[in-house]
């Protein structure tokens, strides 16, 4: 599924606001893959197409721009919104089967 189709971004510094941001994302991803590891944040995948690049180099966040990342996205009710969806579709892909 993924094989040759993933990249992985060293930089994540938080939620991106800045156009210059989402523009080295992009530059990751390249003109062919559509996965990507964000270090110290988690999996991206996009329905565009990137390319890959080298090395695994773990880098650190500041504390600011992390907890500024929390407070945006890491409430319950944020949460929330980002995992009904995703029960919603398996529920119904499963014919609930997963709840047994």
Known sequence: MFYDDISVYPAFGGVVFAQQEGQRIAGYLGPKNKNMIMQNHGL?????I???TGG???TL????????TKK?????EAMYMQF????QLLLKESDGQFLE
């Open 72 to 76: 945006g996205t890491g409430s319950p």
């Open 44 to 48: 991206l995948t996009s329905g565009t």
């Open 56 to 58: 695994l180099k773990k």
């Open 50 to 52: 990137g390319a890959t």
């Open 61 to 68: 966040v500041d504390h600011e721009t992390a907890l500024y």
């Open 84 to 87: 009904e969806p995703e029960y």
